[in-house]
């Protein structure tokens, strides 16, 4: 299914800068462990060469990206930065690039007997957009309707934060998240909102700094008026 399918046929997402005029071919690859079509574009040979070999390529052609913006790569307080950048990109702002880093969930029996609705709310989203390679924050809201079992809490939160840590469009994110949830939960009865902000808007571009972004994907139950209002109510 195509993004525009799935935004016309199982929620509203809005996006009031980005440009989603985007090709399917933008869609045609995975990220190995979904296959569906509203994943992350990647390469077959993503993972063909390993993390320490990533970082150190990536070094080098950082180096030479400040070297053509005339940066003195030899004074003490730049000539570090090339390798912290790799490092960074590789092991922490775009791990979520590696399936070999999506968070193991267990679920455990629901003996309570817990059938309502459960929504997690403020979590914080730490992403990148992936056309500017800035930083998107904001606060994701996430709620399911338990069916017989349920999830410790925080493998919630870092289920958004593994799908954040990659170069991203809130509108794909919110979907991978929602999709997650669903094959996690094993329900169709997810609902997630993100808001954010994006520093491509607000420190470039037409710098508009106090506007941002809500996306939100529901599914199942939450495709019901009165659920959803549950679900919004809560995290008014
Ligand atoms: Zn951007």
Not at 71 to 78: A, G, K, N, Q, V
Not at 174 to 181: D, G, H, S, V
Not at 213 to 227: A, D, P, Q, R, S
Request: a negative charge; aromatic letters at 8%.
């Amino acid at each position: 299914m195509i993004l525009e399918d799935r935004l016309n046929g199982n929620g509203n997402a809005q996006s009031a800068f980005h440009s989603t005029d985007r090709s399917d071919t933008d869609f045609d690859l995975g990220d190995q462990h979904v296959g569906t079509a509203m994943d992350t574009p990647m390469k077959p040979d993503a993972f063909a060469i390993s993390d320490e070999e990533k970082m150190n390529k990536i070094s080098n052609h950082f180096a030479e990206i400040m070297d053509i913006l005339g940066m003195d790569l030899e004074d003490d307080s730049l000539s570090g930065t090339p390798r912290r950048v790799a490092k960074m990109f590789v092991k922490e702002i775009f791990y979520g690039l590696d399936p070999k880093n999506r968070p193991s969930i267990s679920l455990f029996e629901n003996k309570f007997r817990y059938r309502q609705m459960l929504v997690e709310k403020d979590i914080t989203v730490k992403s990148f957009c992936e056309h500017h390679f800035l930083p998107i924050y904001g606060r994701a809201h996430i709620a399911y309707i338990a069916n017989g079992q349920v999830v410790g809490l925080s493998k919630l939160n870092r289920i958004v934060d593994y799908y954040s840590r990659r170069p991203q469009v809130q509108e794909r994110l919110t979907m991978q998240i929602a999709e997650e949830l669903k094959q996690v939960l094993n329900t169709e009865d997810v609902a997630v909102y993100i808001d954010a902000k994006h520093m491509c808007v607000q420190a470039r571009g037409i710098e508009h700094e106090h506007c941002s972004t809500v996306t939100t994907e529901y599914c199942g139950k939450f495709l019901n008026e009165n659920i959803r209002a549950e679900f919004l109510q809560s995290i008014r």
